[in-house]
């Protein structure tokens, strides 16, 4: 199931976690409970739905079949892309009774590592890698063979979830002969159900970023929106809405194809990613000096002079309304339309309005203009910092 967990109101004497008020979507399969404490160590509210689950290696007929090529006929070179998958094909190998056969043969090739993690593994097995790069890139791999020549050569691919087809495909038309090695592979989520909620949660503009730590997530949640008729939806929400954080380019490949501009860490690791989201995402908030108040909008919430007042979704949706427009005035009619679920009473949009003002905990902050609308007490001079200000 998905896991939504919200950040408490924090006292005024204590600084408010950076990412309070903020509510923010896991798609990982792997490590999903690490990344959610990151976040809500931070303050977030965080949305669990593994966008997929993991063939077990053992399992994976496709795995042994590659084995069983290679050590029947060796690889003139080798390519272990991430450790987790190097030692897993290692691992599955021994259960079938192939483990040493297999090492032998890698130990007669040329072993190269994408990074330091794929580096580790191959030397926990007794391995040695030729060449590594600094840059983690798979791209920097891949220069490296084509320059050194690869015409008639055998070269074993190790996958990391997904296809490398343009990986494979430059080696091919150089002249090589590529098996590729999918020591795990991934598929939709036997409960679709929490997938759903999030990217229900996604389109809605409920959530205000999404991270993505491997690219079969992100093609995952990809299908599940055409499944479902929402391509249009996501991708128009990922592009202005929420914020897609990935955990490296490879990951974000699929995304950025799509026109979808995502943010990713120099460092390829979970950590580097959260601080990322971390500095990012406050600074995508909209503040304003209203009334004498410095105001600052998070996705559920709003900083009002520092301090952090959850507010209900339908408050939220008003709030961001007025504040499109911050000093005019917004029509009741208009107001009624964003609310969450809204008929045609104008009496919801005074209801809500009321627990808005009451949740903001400022008396001015939102002023009725009789017979008109609200509007927004926009100081005509921002005043109470410099963070703060009118646009």
């Known amino acids: 199931m998905d896991d939504l967990t919200s950040s408490r109101p924090t006292d005024r004497a204590e600084p408010v976690p950076p990412l309070a008020g903020f509510t923010i979507g896991i798609t990982a399969a792997r490590r999903a409970e690490e990344l959610a404490a990151l976040l809500q160590r931070r303050g977030a509210a965080v949305l669990r739905a593994p966008a997929l689950r993991i063939v077990p290696l053992t399992d994976d007929t496709e795995l042994l079949a590659a084995t069983r090529a290679l050590v029947a006929d060796p690889p003139d070179i080798a390519v272990a892309t991430t450790?987790?998958?190097?030692?897993?094909?290692?691992?599955?190998?021994?259960?079938?009774?192939?483990?040493?056969?297999?090492?032998?043969?890698l130990g007669?090739?040329?072993?190269?590592?994408?990074?330091?993690?794929?580096?580790?593994?191959?030397?926990?097995?007794?391995?040695?890698?030729?060449?590594?790069?600094?840059?983690?890139?798979?791209?920097e791999v891949l220069a490296?063979?084509?320059?050194?020549?690869?015409?008639?050569?055998?070269?074993?691919?190790?996958?990391?979830?997904?296809?490398?087809?343009?990986?494979?495909?430059?080696?091919?038309a150089a002249g090589a002969e590529v098996v590729e090695v999918p020591v795990y592979r991934w598929l939709p989520?036997?409960?679709?159900?929490?997938?759903?909620?999030?990217?229900?949660?996604?389109?809605?503009?409920?959530?205000?970023?999404?991270?993505?730590?491997?690219?079969?997530?992100?093609?995952?949640?990809?299908?599940?929106?055409?499944?479902?008729?929402?391509?249009?939806?996501?991708?128009?929400?990922?592009?202005?809405?929420v914020l897609p954080v990935c955990v490296g380019p490879v990951t974000a490949a699929p995304l950025?194809?799509?026109?979808?501009a995502t943010v990713w860490p120099e460092r390829m690791r979970l950590g580097a990613m959260v601080q990322l989201l971390t500095a990012q995402l406050p600074e995508r908030a909209r503040r304003l000096s209203v009334a004498g108040h410095a105001v600052e909008l998070r996705g559920q919430a709003v900083l009002v002079d520092g301090e952090l007042r959850p507010v209900p979704p339908a408050g939220m949706a008003l709030l961001r309304a007025l504040a499109r427009r911050p000093g005019w005035v917004v029509p009741r009619a208009e107001l009624l339309r964003v609310l969450p679920g809204s008929g045609n009473d104008e009496?919801?949009?005074?209801?809500?309005?009321?627990?808005?003002?009451?949740?903001?905990?400022?008396?001015?902050l939102v002023a009725t203009v009789v017979k008109r609308g609200y509007r927004l007490a926009l100081d005509p001079v921002a005043d109470p910092g410099e963070k703060y200000g009118t646009a």
């Not at 084509?146 to 430059?170: E, K, M, N, T």
């Not at 950025?256 to 979808?260: P, W, Y």
């Open 83 to 105: 450790g987790i998958g190097f030692r897993g094909w290692i691992e599955a190998a021994e259960g079938w009774g192939l483990g040493d056969d297999l090492i032998d043969r």
């Open 108 to 139: 007669k090739a040329v072993v190269l590592a994408r990074g330091p993690k794929a580096k580790g593994a191959i030397r926990a097995a007794g391995l040695r890698e030729e060449w590594s790069p600094e840059s983690e890139s798979s791209v």
């Open 144 to 172: 490296r063979l084509l320059d050194q020549g690869v015409d008639g050569r055998r070269i074993a691919v190790q996958l990391h979830g997904a296809p490398l087809r343009d990986f494979v495909d430059s080696l091919t």
């Open 189 to 241: 989520p036997a409960d679709l159900a929490p997938l759903d909620r999030l990217l229900d949660a996604c389109c809605a503009g409920a959530l205000d970023a999404v991270t993505f730590t491997s690219a079969p997530a992100a093609i995952s949640l990809l299908d599940r929106a055409e499944q479902r008729g929402l391509t249009a939806e996501l991708l128009h929400a990922l592009r202005r809405d």
């Open 256 to 260: 950025e194809e799509l026109d979808v």
């Open 347 to 364: 009496h919801a949009v005074e209801t809500a309005m009321t627990r808005l003002r009451s949740a903001l905990g400022a008396p001015g």
